[in-house]
């Protein structure tokens, strides 16, 4: 069947759909041991699509042990690369083949509209584990350079076991960023998915045991943070700890990390990003354009959103103007809907935490020029205006916290060095984008920005030959690209000396 494109055909699909509810340990899907479950809910309409296995400690040690096991019998781990590439690459035939499926399990689970489901995350998934099996049986090790009596073999080989724990707000994507290079070099995994989008991760569990992926190299253990997160990052048994997610919890897990055995522990974390459009930015419109849909694409609920908005002061009014033009067309609509630009945050809890920010904005005294309200869109359901604060102070909380929602934060500038100072003024570091058509201001400002990534007269540019990560309380290590590996693998210096 191709890709259906209209509101009724995607309704027929999520109607035939059969769920996947339990963990996946050992190549097998199971219960949680306690019998528990957690209710996963739509935020599309607030019904229950299925109680989904809740696991806890118990859980953890059977899907770690599987992991080990897995990992000590070599059957992946030893595996040529070439074979890995290929069973992957056999991976992401199965996912392309049932995209429709798991970017319909996304929006279900958390409310994205299914256009962008489909086109954006499992397109991007399938990119993914594609480039990283390409590459996986291109990279070399380094000989030292020693005299003639002696060999230095730098080598790199996998961690072992890899605890993924991710977020709601790109489900499998965000997954697939970890597993993939995880696997390629020949880890085994225990992913846990939010509690809040389990089910691409479950179905996807299936195609990898389908790909021909051995039992126990993958598994996926649902539940909250406290109950199945914890007990992952505090396992004596995990070798390396890889997170995306918020900053206070990439904090926690870092001390887990400590608290245990000192697994390696790699961080993606939150933002508040900047986006600095200067007067002579080549095409304002252009410029407008991007700053609308970088702070109200995925319903604000992204790490990089365009939050903070800074304008050169001569053209702000005008510039405002032409943001809202373009905010104003983007509003929710039913995430089945093709080419809805927005659709449902995750949940009710996130919902009134941008509420709250909303009113927190208006009574600290910015001014708001777009939206602020709920919006009707389906009875049930977790809707959100597209939101515009202007005259914002750099001391307000919508200035300076992370809100994860569709609302934008404008503040005026005078000239190159407050710009930089404002962008700059953040605890976190993730992105950043410059506008501007003087190509030394492009890299003086580019130069000065404390982010992982920085983007000119662009916003959202990279593929996965890019790293992509954060400065600062952004988080640590790097996702995407051959430095990916670097998280995956532990490097070996093997000296051989051949003097007798
Ligand atoms: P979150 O930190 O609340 O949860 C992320 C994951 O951590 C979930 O699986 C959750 O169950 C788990 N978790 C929560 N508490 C835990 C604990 N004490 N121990 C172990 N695990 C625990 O984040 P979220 O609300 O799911 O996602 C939104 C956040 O993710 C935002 O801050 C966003 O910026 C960030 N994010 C960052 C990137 C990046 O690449 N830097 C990408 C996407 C999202």
Redesign the pocket.
């Known amino acids: 069947m191709s890709t259906p494109h209209l509101r009724e055909q995607w309704q027929t699909l999520a109607a035939s759909l059969t769920l996947r509810t339990r963990a996946f340990i050992d190549g097998r899907h199971v219960d949680a041991v306690s019998g528990a479950t957690f209710d996963c809910v739509s935020p599309i309409d607030g019904r229950v699509l299925a109680q989904v296995a809740d696991c806890g400690q118990l859980d953890i040690d059977h899907a770690v042990a599987a992991a080990r096991r897995s990992f000590q019998s070599g059957h992946w781990s030893n595996l040529k690369p070439s074979r890995r590439k290929h069973v992957l690459l056999r991976l992401a035939a199965l996912v392309e083949q049932h995209a429709d499926e798991l970017a319909l399990l996304e929006t279900l689970d958390m409310g994205k509209p299914v256009g962008e489901a489909r086109n954006v995350d499992i397109a991007g998934v399938i990119r993914c584990i594609q480039w990283t099996a390409e590459a996986v049986d291109k990279l070399y090790g380094e000989v030292a350079p020693t005299g003639s009596n002696e060999l230095g073999l730098i080598t790199r080989e996998p961690l072992g076991v890899v605890g993924a724990?991710?977020?709601?707000?790109?489900p499998l994507l965000?997954a697939a960023w970890k597993i993939a290079p995880a696997l390629a070099a020949g880890n085994s995994v225990v992913l846990?998915?939010?509690?809040?989008s389990p089910l691409s991760a479950l179905r996807f569990a299936e195609l990898v045991a389908e790909a021909g992926l051995p039992e126990g190299v993958f598994n996926v253990v649902p539940?909250?943070?406290?109950g199945?997160?914890?007990p992952?990052?505090l396992h004596m048994d995990v070798d390396g700890l890889v997170?995306?997610?918020?900053?206070?919890?990439?904090k926690?897990?870092l001390q887990?990390a400590g608290l245990s055995n000192m697994k390696r522990a790699y961080m993606?974390?939150?933002?508040k990003s900047p986006n600095l459009v200067f007067a002579d930015a080549p095409n304002l419109d252009k410029a407008a354009e991007a700053a609308a849909s970088g702070i109200f694409y995925n319903q604000g609920?992204?790490?990089?959103a365009a939050s903070r908005l800074l304008v050169e002061r001569s053209i702000k009014d005008e510039f405002v103007a032409r943001v809202i033009e373009h905010g104003r067309h983007m509003q929710p609509r039913h995430p089945f809907e093709p080419d809805a630009p927005m659709g449902a945050l995750v949940d009710e809890a996130q919902a009134a935490r941008v509420l709250a920010y909303i009113e927190e904005g208006t009574a600290e005294g910015a001014r708001l020029l777009l939206g602020g309200k709920r919006a009707e869109v389906v009875a049930g359901g977790c809707y959100i205006e597209p939101t515009v604060f202007d005259e914002v102070s750099p001391q307000q909380r919508i200035a300076r916290e992370?809100i994860?929602g569709p609302v934008l934060s404008v503040i005026a500038f005078d000239g190159e060095s407050q710009a930089l100072q404002l962008a700059n003024d953040s605890e976190y570091g993730?992105a950043a984008g410059v506008w501007t058509r003087d190509i030394s201001r492009a890299h003086r400002v580019a130069r000065g920005l404390r982010a992982g990534s920085v983007w000119v007269n662009q916003w959202d540019g990279g593929d996965m030959s890019a790293p992509?990560?954060?400065y600062k309380q952004?988080?640590n290590g790097r996702?995407k690209s051959l430095h990916a590996f670097d998280k995956y693998t532990e490097m070996k210096a093997t000296w051989i000396n051949l003097a007798d």
Do not use: H, Q, Y
Request: proline share 4%.
């Open positions: 724990i991710v977020p709601w707000n790109f965000m846990k998915p939010s509690e809040k539940g909250n943070g406290k199945a997160g914890e992952l990052a997170f995306t997610g918020s900053t206070a919890v990439g926690r897990l887990c993606e974390c939150g933002g609920e992204v790490c990089t992370e994860f993730l992509f990560g954060g952004s988080g996702d």
